[in-house]
Nanobody, 126 residues
């Protein structure tokens, strides 16, 4: 079992930056590849980024390339999502997810992740 708790969301203005954190407990964190997803009101949950077990490989959705950076600190059992130049369309609940095993080419598939956090709300005002 892995428990995930996201934090760092909030109400910000367009152009601001945020760093979201996801703290993991339970199973050995370094055995899990990690992903960030988001869900806007009335829309399906969509992939944002993912990172391999030791951080050597990162993947980004096209919508996240250039403004989003995923990273992890295995000593702190935490994965991060840095988001710069926030836009109103980034408004969503952001979820982290864990997959026991290596990062796969199908990292965008929600069904590949066994564990999910409760999400953190990010609201961007124009």
């Amino acid at each position: 079992q892995v428990q995930l708790v996201e934090s760092g969301g909030g109400l910000v203005q367009a152009g601001d930056s945020l760093r979201l954190s996801c703290a993991a407990s339970g199973r050995t964190f370094s055995s899990c590849s990690m992903g960030w997803f988001r869900q806007a009101p009335g829309k399906e949950r969509e992939p944002v980024a993912a990172i391999s077990r030791f951080g050597s490989i990162t993947k980004y959705a096209d919508s996240a390339k250039g403004r989003f950076t995923i990273s992890r600190d295995n000593a702190k059992n935490t994965v991060y999502l840095q988001v710069n130049s926030l836009k109103p369309e980034d408004t969503a609940v952001y979820y982290c997810a864990a997959r026991n095993g290596p990062l796969l080419s199908i990292w965008t598939s929600l069904s590949e992740y066994e564990y999910w956090g409760q999400g953190t709300q990010v609201t961007v005002s124009s």
